[in-house]
């Protein structure tokens, strides 16, 4: 067994779960001016925009092509539309799919 791996993994687990509990402990305690809770809010829009246009526009080490940025643009409008979680799932997998079978990469 490596024991300085188990080490890492165990020191990142207990940093990882100390920084989650430090949020609701610390949040009645500190107190942030509205323009910084305004900017931390629209960071976190901005952080979670750009992983999933990472995880929309690329596939293993290159370009996904075009069907799967596709779909995800197409459950995108629908969850835009505000349309329920299963048919914005379904639809992204089916136009994926169908531009697939019809030899889109």
Same mark, same amino acid.
């Given at each position: 067994?490596?024991?300085?791996?188990?080490?890492?993994?165990?020191?990142?687990?207990?940093?990882?779960?100390?920084?989650?509990?430090?949020?609701?402990?610390?949040?009645?305690?500190?107190?942030?001016?509205?323009?910084?809770?305004?900017?931390?809010?629209?960071?976190?829009?901005?952080?979670?925009?750009?992983?999933?246009?990472?995880? *929309?526009?690329?596939?293993?080490?290159? /370009?996904?092509? +075009?069907?799967?940025? =596709? #779909? $995800?643009? &197409?459950?995108?409008? !629908? *969850?835009?539309?505000?349309?329920?979680? /299963?048919?914005? +799932?379904?639809?992204? =997998? #089916? $136009?994926? &799919?169908?531009?697939? !079978?019809?030899?889109?990469?």
């Amino acid at each position: 067994m490596n024991v300085p791996l188990v080490g890492s993994m165990l020191a990142l687990a207990v940093g990882t779960y100390a920084c989650r509990l430090a949020g609701p402990a610390l949040r009645s305690r500190i107190d942030f001016p509205p323009r910084v809770e305004k900017l931390l809010e629209m960071g976190a829009v901005v952080l979670l925009a750009a992983l999933a246009l990472t995880m *929309a526009l690329t596939e293993e080490q290159g /370009l996904a092509g +075009v069907a799967w940025p =596709a #779909g $995800v643009l &197409a459950g995108g409008v !629908l *969850a835009w539309r505000r349309a329920p979680f /299963l048919p914005v +799932v379904l639809t992204a =997998a #089916g $136009v994926t &799919a169908l531009l697939r !079978l019809l030899g889109v990469p």
